[in-house]
């Protein structure tokens, strides 16, 4: 079975600035996708990025990046020019590449955005 | 974009009862869904899958007959506690899979409160 591991329970960054979250994984299959969800007090899930494996060029969604290391495994979050609204748990998900497959979530980070 | 619903949004019942959730998919088809519990401050964990038509498929850990899961339609899935006791008091949450923009993703319904008294 894949686990995902993210490694800080808690971040935080002051508005404007940048921050990092960092996600690593484990898995024996070749193809996959990964994905960073963002999940506000609404306690929605909202998806905020994803990744195919098989693509070596990083995903970004506007302020949102990723930087996949697909030899190490790890697949973390930036996000630049911080926002009081990006307050929220950010969860780092794992995806077989098969339709109909679940999502493997790690344990999450609160990120706290101080004014 | 795609939107999943989820009712109710928050249920209180004594123990004992049973409780059903319904998740639907508003504006595609899910030919599956999946339902996931999520303790306060933890991850979500997957529950079960559903594939429309056809029988539910549980994780390790999880009672078949305790949560029951009906995927009756494309747009349709209910999970239904049975005989709930506290120990089930819980934030479930359902996704559906669906396709945008030629990519598969799944979608997350608002979630249900459920609290057994």
């Known amino acids: 079975a894949q686990t995902v591991t993210q490694s800080q329970p808690e971040m935080s960054v002051q508005e404007a600035e940048t921050v990092t979250l960092s996600c690593t994984y484990d898995?024996?299959?070749?193809?996959?996708?990964l994905f960073w969800y963002k999940q506000p007090p609404s306690r929605q899930m909202i998806l905020v990025i994803r990744?195919?494996?098989?693509?070596?060029q990083n995903a970004t969604e506007n302020r949102f990046s990723v930087n996949f290391q697909k030899a190490a495994k790890s697949f973390s979050l930036k996000i630049s020019d911080s926002q009081l609204g990006d307050a929220a748990m950010y969860f780092c998900?794992?995806?077989?590449?098969?339709?109909?497959?679940?999502?493997?979530f790690g344990k999450g980070t609160s990120l706290l955005v101080t004014p | 974009g795609a939107v999943v619903s989820q009712h109710p949004s928050r249920v209180i019942c004594k123990s004992g009862t049973s409780v059903k959730i319904e998740c639907r998919s508003l504006d595609f088809q899910a030919t599956t869904m999946f339902w996931y519990r999520q303790f306060p401050k933890q991850s979500l964990m997957l529950m079960a899958t559903s594939n429309e038509g056809s029988k539910a498929t549980y994780e390790q850990g999880v009672e078949k007959d305790k949560f029951l899961i009906n995927h009756a339609s494309l747009t349709l899935s209910t999970l239904t506690v049975t005989s709930a006791h506290p120990e089930d008091s819980s934030f479930y949450i359902c996704?559906?899979?669906?396709?945008?923009?030629?990519?598969?993703?799944?979608?997350f319904g608002p979630g249900t409160r459920l609290l057994v008294l």
């Open positions: 996704s559906a899979r669906g396709r945008r923009a030629s990519q598969e993703t799944q979608y």
């Open positions: 990744q195919e494996a098989y693509k070596q």
């Open positions: 998900a794992y995806r077989s590449a098969p339709p109909g497959y679940a999502l493997n």
């Open positions: 898995t024996s299959e070749s193809d996959y996708y």
